[in-house]
């Protein structure tokens, strides 16, 4: 059999990484393929840059649109990131008549339903489980794996450089800037950190994660998104001392006529196997009906984990090059005209438990007045955590964990509790889910 000819478009960490796993493990991915796989052009932002992996059999350029226009180019792996000029090169080698494989989430999950249409139009396979969780093969394990099932939600930590931030803070007290610092140094960081910290990078992933569970349209603009910034090491430590662990988490779930999702801190319970998932680490949990919950972990980001990741794609691509279009596993999972219209949850109808961290005024009456305004609109106290006030203070920290009460009704509250005369500066607000069989 003729060998196939990939062409890569960016030569940064995740392609070089994916040069030098196609070529330590060319003979066992040609056994799997049935094919051998060839790179022939690569294009790189500084195509004489010296890099971390052997390019001398590789055709370079500085033009990447010389990639996707090669005649002798059969699969496009796109590797630049962005949505920009990422969308167009994908594109154009659509309309080529070209594969694509792609680790870019943020391309995904904003211009997926336009680039699986023009795919769909031209016979062409798109692929991208790099984009979400690195090397976990999240994505085959639920478009495929799961294929029988009813998925009722998903729950991921889906961004290592802010579960890498939250570990430190939690087991060295490091500070916040000093850890993404690193985190940048490691290349797990984006090429925009904002993404990482503010939590886009996890709501791209779990607007992908969600299309494919529940055969929706990709819906990244209805997303609810908060990051990590906020979050202090007292917040950490108090959560610790409640029995809970604060992950970044992106959830999705079927909830009467809607899908919630949304990306926030979270306090999970410590006694969960997610819960105990440091560092760089990725892990998503998938409920089924019929399966009951899986958890699936591995390195979330890093070059040769989502190498592992894009040549896995690579090799899906080669065996189905010559399988009839319409017999392929669908991009989204469902048929294309299967997708579902289930609308996506606006935040302020979703259902959880929260953390409330507020500095009261250390005075007769202060919990009473709090307590009656949350029970007010229904919302009953879990746990309750008052300390002593630190040395000639008047204000102390108050920290509650509350059973599940729509976020509406816990919005009202925070907004007349802040509003006392007693209370001082803001509430900080955490979400908590127990991540049970049954969501309850
Ligand atoms: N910045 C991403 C992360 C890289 O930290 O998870 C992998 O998508």
Redesign the pocket.
Known sequence: MEPVNIGILGLGTVGCGTVNVLSRNAKEITRRAGREIRIVQAAARSPDKKRECATEQIALTGNPEEVVNNPDVEVVVELIGGYEPARQLVLQAIANRKHVVTAN?ALIAVHGNEIFQAAQDKGVMVAFEAAVA?GIPIIKAIREGLAGNHIEWLAGI?????N?ILTEMRDKGREFEDVLAE?QRLG???ADPT??VEGI?AAH?LTILAAIAFGIPLQFDKAYVEGITHITRADVMYAEELGYRIKHLGISRRNGNGVELRVHPTLIPERRLIANVDG?M?AVLVKGDAVGPTLYYGA??GAEP?ASAVVADIVDVVRTLTTDPNNRVPHLAFQPDALADIGILPMEQVTTSYYLRMQAQDRPGVLADVTRILGDVGISIEALLQKEPAEGETVVPIIMLTHRVVEKNMNAAIAAIESLDVIEGRITRIRLEHLNRDWD
Do not use: P, R
């Open positions: 989430k690195g889906i961004n290592g450089t802010g890498f985190a797990y960081a984006e993404f990482d990078d992933k760089v990725n979330g980001a989502t």
